[in-house]
């Protein structure tokens, strides 16, 4: 897993897993953020989608408008 993959799967995680987080939780979560092999252009456009959502959300509950 490269490291922008695991930053963004840390940062989605931390708050719920506190200090620790898994291997099967970060490889549950790469494969519903990240595209993977035979994946769809819709599945693919989707999981985009999926973290857009999650860096809206992360950067609401910091206080920033994410408009």
Do not use: C, H, W
Not at 9 to 28: D, H, K, M, N, Y
Not at 32 to 39: A, E, L, N, S, T
């Amino acid at each position: 897993m490269d490291a922008e993959k695991k930053n963004f799967i840390t940062a989605v995680l931390r708050p719920q897993s506190g200090a620790s987080i898994s291997p099967s939780e970060f490889a549950s979560e790469e494969l519903k953020y990240f595209p993977q092999p035979g994946d769809s252009k819709e599945v693919v456009i989707a999981k985009q989608n999926a973290r857009y959502a999650e860096i809206k959300s992360s950067l609401q509950s910091a206080g920033v408008d994410a408009e």
